[in-house]
């Protein structure tokens, strides 16, 4: 009995510490301490209890490099303080990366990949090498001095190349509409993107002159061309626009339940413009969320995030679960 009371009071404890990092992360303004004491799950007693608990709290966040800021209320006024942590020192910033740190951070990805059947390792290479300076064609001549297979549809780097040279290029592509046949396309091509483990090239088709995107698996028989002279395209104008047909439709307000266990550093919390605490979960509040993307989020992260709302997107990932399970069963 006493080993799991004492248990207990560790699980108890480590979710009001959890709590409370969450409360003073997502917060705008900082939190007085009887804010804290209403709003947090965990705190609990007589007024001097909870304070001594904070106190304990706030030294054990700080032992572990999470610094607890004292500021005032109001910023023209110093008459009342409350506690907040700043994103800008919890969070990791931005890691600009070297040429060589590129292809170091390619080639471990693909080790996990391959020992770990890893997905999230796969659409980390992507990410990385979706990048405008990414070492491609470097990576793919790595191969044979590190004894990997890397993944990668080997006409990613001709076309790579005929990006980095500005060439024309022809091939023969599948259609979608009409399974099992191929059309001869002519492109002045301008980037390559992922987009849920799918490659595809961004591309001017030069033979009525338009903007299309071209799934690299349905490419063939790739080779340079020289027979028109290469198109050069603004990237605002003509190339971002169909980048943005990548994104799914706009959901202004997604509410979502997240376990206490969930990571703080999970993009469904980053991106979260509110959370609040509750037992054992988190309500977090996304605002203007790309449709397709927080799908996509919610299905990976599995049973420890639930969708409260709205109900649209509630279906889509019950729609989503039940495709799944009739194409496993």
């Given at each position: 009995?006493?080993?799991?009371?004492?248990?207990?009071?560790?699980?108890?404890?480590?979710?009001?510490?959890?709590?409370?990092?969450?409360?003073?992360?997502?917060?705008?303004?900082?939190?007085?301490?009887?804010?804290?004491?209403?709003?947090?799950?965990?705190?609990?007693?007589?007024?001097?209890?909870?304070?001594?608990?904070?106190?304990?709290?706030?030294?054990?966040?700080?032992?572990?490099?999470?610094?607890?800021?004292?500021?005032?209320?109001?910023?023209?006024?110093?008459?009342?303080?409350?506690?907040?942590?700043?994103?800008?020192?919890?969070?990791?910033?931005?890691?600009?990366?070297?040429?060589?740190?590129?292809?170091?951070?390619?080639?471990?990805?693909?080790?996990?990949?391959?020992?770990?059947?890893?997905?999230?390792?796969?659409?980390?290479?992507?990410?990385?090498?979706?990048?405008?300076?990414?070492?491609?064609?470097?990576?793919?001549?790595?191969?044979?001095?590190?004894?990997?297979?890397?993944?990668?549809?080997?006409?990613?780097?001709?076309?790579?190349?005929?990006?980095?040279?500005?060439?024309?290029?022809?091939?023969?592509?599948?259609?979608?509409?009409?399974?099992?046949?191929?059309?001869?396309?002519?492109?002045?091509?301008?980037?390559?993107?992922?987009?849920f483990t799918n490659w595809y090239l961004v591309a001017r088709d030069l033979q009525d002159k338009k903007i299309k995107t071209f799934r690299i698996n349905k490419m063939t028989n790739i080779v340079a061309s020289n027979k028109t002279e290469y198109e050069v395209s603004d990237f605002a104008t003509?190339?971002?626009?169909?980048?943005?047909?990548?994104?799914?439709?706009?959901?202004?307000?997604?509410?979502?339940?997240?376990?206490?266990?969930?990571?703080?550093?999970?993009?469904?919390?980053?991106?979260?413009s509110f959370s609040e605490s509750l037992k054992g979960s988190l309500l977090l509040t996304l605002n203007n969320v790309d449709e397709d993307e927080i799908s996509e989020m919610v299905l990976w992260t599995g049973p420890l995030v639930e969708v409260i709302a709205p109900e649209s997107l509630r279906?889509?990932?019950?729609?989503?679960?039940?495709?799944?399970?009739?194409?496993?069963?």
């Amino acid at each position: 009995m006493v080993m799991s009371g004492a248990t207990n009071e560790k699980s108890e404890k480590a979710e009001r510490l959890l709590n409370l990092t969450l409360a003073l992360l997502s917060t705008r303004i900082p939190l007085t301490k009887q804010q804290i004491f209403q709003g947090v799950a965990g705190y609990s007693g007589k007024t001097e209890a909870m304070e001594r608990m904070f106190e304990r709290d706030k030294d054990e966040l700080r032992e572990i490099g999470i610094n607890i800021h004292v500021l005032p209320i109001d910023p023209l006024f110093d008459d009342e303080l409350g506690y907040r942590i700043l994103p800008s020192e919890y969070f990791l910033p931005e890691i600009p990366l070297s040429r060589e740190e590129s292809i170091l951070l390619s080639i471990a990805a693909n080790l996990i990949r391959e020992n770990l059947q890893d997905e999230i390792s796969q659409r980390a290479l992507q990410k990385l090498l979706t990048r405008s300076d990414a070492p491609i064609d470097e990576i793919f001549d790595l191969k044979s001095q590190y004894q990997i297979q890397i993944n990668l549809n080997e006409a990613l780097l001709q076309l790579w190349k005929a990006i980095k040279n500005k060439s024309n290029i022809q091939f023969s592509y599948l259609s979608s509409s009409t399974p099992e046949v191929f059309t001869d396309r002519i492109v002045s091509p301008y980037l390559v993107t992922s987009r849920f483990t799918n490659w595809y090239l961004v591309a001017r088709d030069l033979q009525d002159k338009k903007i299309k995107t071209f799934r690299i698996n349905k490419m063939t028989n790739i080779v340079a061309s020289n027979k028109t002279e290469y198109e050069v395209s603004d990237f605002a104008t003509d190339i971002q626009p169909i980048l943005d047909k990548f994104k799914g439709d706009t959901i202004k307000k997604v509410t979502i339940r997240a376990d206490a266990q969930l990571s703080l550093d999970h993009r469904l919390i980053r991106k979260a413009s509110f959370s609040e605490s509750l037992k054992g979960s988190l309500l977090l509040t996304l605002n203007n969320v790309d449709e397709d993307e927080i799908s996509e989020m919610v299905l990976w992260t599995g049973p420890l995030v639930e969708v409260i709302a709205p109900e649209s997107l509630r279906e889509r990932i019950r729609n989503s679960l039940t495709n799944a399970l009739k194409a496993h069963s």
